[in-house]
Nanobody, 123 residues
Framework: VQLQASGGGLVQAGGSLRLSCTAS???????MGWVRQAPGKEREVVAA????????YYEDSVKGRFTISRDKATNTVYLQMNYLKPEDTAAYYC??????????????????WGQGTLVTVSS
């Protein structure tokens, strides 16, 4: 599985961005998500969505602001980020659990990573 992410950029606090990630290769029954890493901080799973899209996970600080969704027809996962805060500034990585349908809150459970896309939120 290969993951291609896009959509990062610079935005003012309170603004919005949408990240996209398209998967290619063996995409069947893959849980997918987004992991972020800010300078000097540990990686954290921001959001994840099961293969069926019936189950989602959100890190506490983004609940109510971020929404993850997926389009299985195009093998694309989206992360809509609203009401962005400076503390959301990080490199965001699209990730997948190949052949695993359920979500996980642990970055180490995601074996497939795309390239990072940088999100910068100015105050």
């Amino acid at each position: 599985v290969q993951l291609q992410a896009s959509g990062g950029g610079l935005v003012q606090a309170g603004g919005s961005l949408r990240l996209s990630c398209t998967a290619s290769g063996r995409t069947f029954r893959n849980c997918m998500g987004w992991v972020r890493q800010a300078p000097g901080k540990e990686r954290e799973v921001v959001a994840a969505i099961s293969w069926s899209a019936l189950s989602t996970y959100y890190e506490d600080s983004v609940k109510g602001r971020f929404t993850i969704s997926r389009d299985k027809a195009t093998n694309t996962v989206y992360l809509q980020m609203n009401y962005l805060k400076p503390e959301d500034t990080a490199a965001y990585y699209c990730v997948a659990r190949e052949g695993v349908v359920v979500v996980s809150s642990r970055p180490e459970d995601y074996g497939i990573w795309g390239q990072g896309t940088l999100v910068t939120v100015s105050s």
